[in-house]
């Protein structure tokens, strides 16, 4: 009995051995995994429906702009600077196009104005500043960043807001200077009821750090005050020492299922990647039409997931990848 318990023992011990052997040798045989780009970066100009027949001269001009942003952003971490202020710059110079539903090119609520919401924060202190309702300030993105470092609070709504702006001294406008004529006919024929749009970008700078922003004009036709996802931590906007995330679409359900900080959650405790967990949020737990999403994670990886016909978008990294696209099927980011 002693003899075959021995046996035993030996035949377990070599076999355990040759297991840890074979292990060993696939380790050594699998390519080492790929060094992390020594920066990352995506942007957006919102999810929806972009005709594939607009004009061949607007699809130009939107491809343009989404590369200048790009390009932009990308030397900006190229000589160095730090992330937070490469995705505040993007939005801001977002904010500044008529081609977005941004600051100029805001869309109109139900009374005929615009009102603007904006949301920052930094991966690495999970500082962060969101503004909502404003009505006058040029830069949403740089109010909300003004209450991130400059005030004791997260998040300013309306006049309370605008009044933290009149202190701050950010660069104002009359409502009327944000209007164009395309948002005006949408609203007059309400072509684009219910529709959406936002720009966003993320990044990860040469330090490691990561961070995120969002702004938007909100929904064609708006009721009530309404504000969406876009300036709620967590929903729309959100970013800690993993992960940054900005999103775009119906901003009742981001809110609703807390997307940006969700998936902030799968790859801390979840041990998603990134893009599994994008996936994962945008074509399982969000539904067809309602949205996407960018992302950057703190080994450079980049995801633009979405479920509807398109999404204005680009992607940028220290390896070489420069991309931008508009619709589902174009084979770019």
């Known amino acids: ?22 292990v ?29 027949d607009m004009p061949e001269e607007r699809k130009r001009a939107y491809l343009e702009s989404l590369s200048g942003a790009l390009a932009d952003g990308r030397d900006r971490l190229e000589r160095g600077e730090s992330a937070l202020d490469v995705v505040e710059a993007l939005v801001r110079r977002m904010e500044d196009d008529p081609l977005f539903n941004a600051g100029k090119g805001a869309v109109f609520n139900a009374e005929g104005r615009h009102d603007l919401d904006a949301a920052i924060m930094d991966g690495s202190s999970l500082a962060c500043g969101a503004v909502a309702g404003l009505t006058t300030v040029r830069h949403p993105i740089e109010l909300a960043r003004r209450v991130m470092e400059r005030s004791p609070h997260v998040f300013l709504v309306g006049a309370g807001a605008e009044h933290f702006a009149d202190e701050e001294r950010v660069e104002r406008v009359s409502n009327e200077w944000f209007s164009t004529p395309e948002r005006l006919e949408q609203l007059e024929k309400r072509k684009a009821e219910g529709t959406f749009g936002t720009v966003g970008a993320v990044a990860l700078d040469r330090a490691g750090r990561l961070a995120a922003a969002t702004s938007s004009g909100g929904l064609t036709n708006k009721k009530w005050g309404r504000i969406g996802d876009v300036p709620v931590i967590g ?9 940054a995330v900005s999103c775009t679409g119906k901003g009742e359900e981001f809110i609703r299922h807390g997307v940006a900080r969700e998936l902030a959650a799968l790859v801390r405790y979840g041990e998603r990647t990134a893009a599994e967990a994008a996936r994962i949020l945008v074509r399982e737990r969000l539904r067809e039409g309602d949205g996407g999403l960018i992302a ?20 940028a990294d220290a390896a070489g990848r420069f991309e931008v696209a508009i619709w589902s099927a174009e084979g770019s980011p």
């Open 296 to 315: 950057a994670s703190a080994d450079g990886e980049l995801v633009l997931e979405f479920n509807t016909a398109g999404m204005f978008r680009g992607a």
């Open 1 to 22: 009995m002693r003899r075959f318990a021995s046996l035993s023992l030996l035949l377990l011990i070599l076999a355990g051995s040759g297991l840890a052997a074979a």
């Open 24 to 52: 060993r040798a696939r380790q050594q045989s699998a390519p080492p995994p790929a060094p992390r780009p020594a920066w990352a970066l995506a942007i957006h100009g919102g999810a929806g429906t972009p005709p594939r």
């Open 235 to 243: 929903a729309g906007t959100y970013a800690d020492d993993r992960v």
